[in-house]
Every structure is written in C-alpha cells, then in structure tokens.
C-alpha cells in the first residue's frame, strides 16, 4: 500500500435504540443489560445520554472487511443480551413514535452536566448517529483533510438517513435527526481552519471563556477527535442495515485517501462557503439520496445520482488501493433502492402504522448478523 495511506485504519461507533418489541416502544433498560454482561461487552458497549440508548464502539480496524466481521460481532452480542432481556435493538436515527418526555436520562455527570447546560434543548435529543474514524496521525493533516472534507458531507449524510418520523409524524424530511442536533450549539459544518494551532486556538478561547470544559463538547459534523488520533465524520443517522454502514465507512476512506494523495502532488479540493454546504446538507436532509444536490464547480444543481457516479469515479485510485469495491458499488444500490428512511416511509403507508414500522427495523437492524 501506498506509504501516506497505510495508517488510514478505520473504525465505528452506533448509537441503537433499545425496543420493547410487543409494544414498540423504546425501554430505558440499558443499565441492567450492561450490568448482565459487563464482562463480555468491556469497552465494546456503553451507556449513553438516556437509558433507552445503547452506544456500540468497533476494535481499530486495518480494513473496511475487518470492520464489517467487527460490527457482525458486535451487533449479534448486544442483540443478544437484549433478546434474553425482552428487549431488542433498532438502529435508525430517530424512534418513529416514542416520545422524549417518557425517557429516563443516564445517571452519569456528564449527561446531568449536558441536560443542566442545554436545558429544554437537551431533552430533547432522542436522537442516534453514527460516527466514523479515519485515523490520521498528524495533526496538521487531520485539519487539512477536515477543511476539504466539508464539501463532501451532505453528500455522505443522504446515503445515511434513517430518520423521517418524530413522535407518530411523517416529517418530510429524510433525516429529522439533523434538525433535531442543530438546536445545540457548536454542531453543523466547521468553519476552515490554518493549521491545528489555529483550531487549539479556537478551543482554548471556548475553554478559557467557559463556553465549554474540555473539547468533545465540539459536536460539528467532522472533527479532529480529541482523545484519539483520528478524524470523526459525525454527520451520519445510525445506520440499519449494517451493509449501508459498510459502504458509508469505505466511501469516506477512500475520499479521505484521494484528498491525502492529491495533496502529495500539491494539489487541493476547492474551499466553498459554509452557507452554500449547508444549501446541500438542507436538501440532503429533506431529500436524502433523491435530491438534487448543487454543483458548485458548474454552479447548477444536479440529481444525486449523478454527482454519486462522478464521486466514484474520482476515487477509483484510492478504492484499489483499498480493495473496497464490493462495499462501493453498493453505494448505487443504496440510491437506486432508496435508503432506511425511504423504506420506513414505505412500510407506514401500507400498513398505516408506525409499530410495523418498528417491527421492520428490528428486522433490517438483524440482516446479515
């Protein structure tokens, strides 16, 4: 392997919802499963804001094909324990009718702690994702390829969504769990930075002025992560089926990989204003892969689709490099077949129901496992 690309490992972290599974309902029973099987899930499994979250973390992976017997693993042990519980998971950006109210927050400080200093906002985040980690060791690097990694967000989040209801509503849009995260502050794209000496800068300044207490309080949709050596690509909806995580996962090391290697050659992805990425991220949010997205480069707006075909094609290098081609033309799949979020949309309206719908995550949540 090319010597830049060879530490680009890769790794994921889930948020699943944990179900009742006769009523659909999510169950704030997380803090028994975890006590059940403290031993077998270590640093695999832990707690998250409320007690119907469930945060799964793969091991450091060398490849996307480790990645995925990694997830399978992971997957089937908190399935697992959740099946011998009554319980069951679902991995989709929101739940399509619970409620927030009816949730029971963890009682750890650090989540009194986030709902005493986002109040009313803060309850309100029964909301899931997926980060990906791209490990980048230099620091310098790592915000170079955020700054240029900006552009390709939106794009990244359409094939994501899994979130179109919130409390027994078809919201139309695509991923609600966006709008829902933008009301906390210091999420969304990140400004451009110089260096990381600017961005430690610009940390120091929120610390210095107690805006925040230490740096993972920064939520942006790509971070330099501040324990690890890694890039975090935040943007995404948890994921249902597991082959979708995959295909996201290898799409961004690959992208990650192209802009590494054309910045070899002295070369750069153009820097566009953050209010015309969020034009996209908006249309990516509504729509999810059905939108029609803007071209910057011949300023007009174009389908998906067709800004999809020409992002494969400008990574075909670093996909052989990376041996990823299974994992990236599923990507086309993914469009043509319509993403979690167009499926849920399609099973309410046959059934008229939103718990078929929950019972059509859980099963799409087990594909493959």
């Keep these: 392997m090319i010597k830049e690309l060879s530490n680009l490992n890769i790794g994921v972290e889930e948020e699943y919802q944990l179900v009742d599974p006769r009523t659909g309902e999510l169950t704030s029973f997380v803090s028994e499963i975890l006590n059940e099987g403290a031993t077998l899930f270590r640093d695999d499994v832990k707690p998250e804001l409320l007690q119907s979250q469930i945060e799964i973390g793969s091991k450091v992976c060398d490849t996307v094909s480790d990645l995925s017997d990694d997830l399978k693993r992971v997957r089937s042990m908190v399935k697992g324990y959740a099946n011998k519980n009554n319980c069951d998971i679902v991995a989709a950006g929101t739940h399509p009718f619970s409620h927030w ?12 702690g986030f709902m005493d200093s986002t109040q009313y906002v803060g309850k309100r985040m029964l909301i899931f994702g997926m980060h990906v980690h791209i490990g980048i060791e230099d620091k310098d690097l790592r915000i170079d390829v955020m700054n240029q990694m900006r552009y390709f967000m939106p794009h990244i989040l359409a094939l994501s969504t899994s979130s179109p209801m919130w409390q027994g509503n078809i919201t139309g849009f695509k991923s609600f769990r966006s709008i829902i995260f933008e009301d906390l502050p210091r999420t969304g794209i990140p400004e451009i930075f ?15 002025c107690n805006s925040i207490d230490e740096p993972t309080k920064i939520w942006w949709d790509i971070r330099p992560h501040p324990l690890y050596p890694t890039l975090e690509f935040r943007i995404c909806d948890c994921c249902t089926k597991l082959d979708d995580v995959l295909s996201i996962s290898a799409l961004i090391q690959a992208l990650v990989g192209k802009l590494i290697l054309l910045r070899k050659t002295n070369q750069t992805w153009r820097h566009y204003r953050g209010s015309l990425i969020n034009e996209n991220k908006w249309r990516s949010t509504k729509d999810g892969v059905k939108a029609n997205l803007i071209d910057f480069g011949s300023n007009s707006e174009r389908p998906y689709r067709n800004l999809m075909v020409e992002m494969i094609d400008f990574i075909k290098e670093t996909v052989d490099i990376f041996d990823t081609h ?44």
């Design 101 to 112: 109210k009816n949730q029971v927050v963890t009682d750890k400080d650090r989540y009194h």
């Design 194 to 208: 110089t260096s990381n000496t600017d961005y430690e800068h610009y940390i120091n300044t929120l610390v210095d």
């Design 326 to 369: 299974e994992y990236i033309n599923n990507i086309l799949n993914i469009i043509d077949n319509g993403t979690s979020a167009d499926r849920q949309i399609d099973i309410y309206r046959n059934a008229g129901d939103y718990k078929a719908v929950v019972d059509h995550l859980i099963v799409e949540t087990a594909e493959r496992l």
